[in-house]
């Protein structure tokens, strides 16, 4: 099993920036990932990182803006979150995963242990 912890969250305004951090405890993960959901949608792919090759992947609507990075000897991640904008208000889960052979980043269903979740909240 592993247990996550995010952190980081609040109220920002639009044009500011955010640091959110994820610490995984249990068990050494293979790849983790972070995934947001707005009120009234649908839980979406926002960054993820793989351990064995550092390799990260991004949902289009934040490349240039969010940056993935991880801390291999912590088991943490963080999201920076540069250039906030209203429509990146969400609830932002940290999800991460143990099983080496996944190649999949960016599907909910490549992550079997979640986070409860961190309130990014951004006014205009």
Known sequence: QVQLVESGGGLVRAGGSLRLSCAASGRTCSAMGWFRQAPGKEREFVAAIRWTDSRSYYADS??????????????????????????DTAVYYCAARTNFLIRGLSGMSDYPYWGPGTQVTVSS
Not at 71 to 78: E, L, S
């Open 62 to 87: 934040v490349k240039g803006r969010f940056t993935i990075s991880r801390d291999n000897a912590k088991n943490t991640v963080h999201l920076q979150i540069d250039s906030l904008k209203p429509e």
